[in-house]
């Protein structure tokens, strides 16, 4: 059974950086991990992919975030990161790891699990 523990989110001012973990139990390296993002009243979006190790192991981000944020995977510890630097006001959102079990992270709701969310703030 997957179960996802995101830690790592708290309040920064603008410039700021921050460090977010996903602790991934249940996985493997075929799995698609990723970080997405909810502001109030949105619908998730995608921040961060990176590719299983049996698909093409690609990473993909998303423009808004390109050059500022890192994401990296330790298949070892089954662990996610995300590495956010530059931070802006625009940045402050819930922030959720999810773990896919299509290595493009191209699956059904079933194939997929979600953390609970951990909580960016931006602001001066």
């Known amino acids: ?19 977010l973990s996903c602790a991934a139990s249940g996985i493997d390296r075929s799995y698609c991990l990723g970080w997405f993002r909810q502001f109030p009243g949105k619908e998730r979006e995608e921040v961060a992919l990176i590719h299983g190790a049996y ?6 981000y998303a423009d808004s975030v390109k050059g500022r944020f890192t994401i990296a995977r330790d298949n070892s510890k089954k662990t996610l990161t995300l590495q956010m630097n530059s931070l802006k006001v625009e940045d402050t959102a ?3 790891c999810l773990a896919d079990r ?7 709701p079933w ?7 951990t909580q960016v703030t931006v602001s001066s």
């Not at 179960?3 to 001012?13: A, D, R």
């Open 1 to 19: 059974e997957l179960f996802l523990v995101e830690s790592g989110g708290g309040s920064v001012q603008p410039g700021g950086s921050l460090s």
């Open 55 to 60: 698909s093409d192991g690609g990473i993909k």
């Open 94 to 96: 819930l922030y959720y």
């Open 102 to 108: 299509h290595g493009l992270c191209e699956g059904k």
């Open 111 to 117: 194939d997929q699990s979600w953390g609970q969310g």
